[in-house]
């Protein structure tokens, strides 16, 4: 029987002048069941507390792992801009980004190189054929090595 429903039922018992040996113990029952009430509610809130405490933490986690993550994002960002510093032969400004190296297709045997750019300012791709370091790269038929 619900805390209402006894209540109820004592003020109709003390309304119709019942007597205090038939109201008395109506009036234990509601303190027992009061007393048990207020002990759930006191294990409730300690659970409610508990769970409080693990959400604010999860909050805490996953926003320190946001921060985390967005500085990784910027730091990158910055690499990314860095590494983007060959004179684009479009836009004339430095922002050409290797973005591959492959043999060149005929002298690749030779040691020639092509690289692959992006211009990060204009967006237009290049490239340029690079000799392997202190080599000087003669077309065939341009004469001999050693004059
Ligand atoms: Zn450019």
């Given at each position: 029987m619900s805390l209402l429903k006894m209540i109820d039922e004592i003020d109709?018992?003390?309304t119709n002048s019942a007597s205090i040996a038939t109201i008395k113990p109506k009036l234990h029952t509601?303190?027992?069941q009061t007393q048990a009430l207020d002990v759930?509610?006191?294990?409730?809130k300690i659970k409610y507390d508990e769970l409080q405490a693990r959400y604010e933490k999860a909050v805490a986690d996953w926003?320190?792992?946001?921060f985390d993550l967005k500085q990784q994002v910027a730091k990158l960002q910055v690499v990314d801009d860095?590494?983007?510093?060959?004179?684009?032969p479009y836009c004339k400004r430095r922002?050409?980004?290797?973005?591959?190296?492959?043999?060149?297709?005929?002298?690749?045997?030779?040691?020639?190189?092509?690289?692959?750019?992006?211009?990060?300012?204009?967006g237009?791709?290049?490239?340029?054929?690079?000799?392997?370091?202190?080599q000087i790269f003669r077309r065939p038929g341009s004469g001999p090595l050693n004059p």
């Amino acid at each position: 029987m619900s805390l209402l429903k006894m209540i109820d039922e004592i003020d109709t018992l003390i309304t119709n002048s019942a007597s205090i040996a038939t109201i008395k113990p109506k009036l234990h029952t509601l303190r027992e069941q009061t007393q048990a009430l207020d002990v759930e509610v006191s294990r409730v809130k300690i659970k409610y507390d508990e769970l409080q405490a693990r959400y604010e933490k999860a909050v805490a986690d996953w926003q320190k792992q946001e921060f985390d993550l967005k500085q990784q994002v910027a730091k990158l960002q910055v690499v990314d801009d860095e590494s983007a510093t060959d004179l684009c032969p479009y836009c004339k400004r430095r922002k050409g980004k290797l973005i591959d190296i492959k043999p060149h297709s005929v002298f690749g045997n030779m040691g020639v190189k092509v690289e692959y750019y992006r211009c990060t300012n204009c967006g237009k791709d290049y490239d340029q054929e690079k000799l392997p370091p202190g080599q000087i790269f003669r077309r065939p038929g341009s004469g001999p090595l050693n004059p």
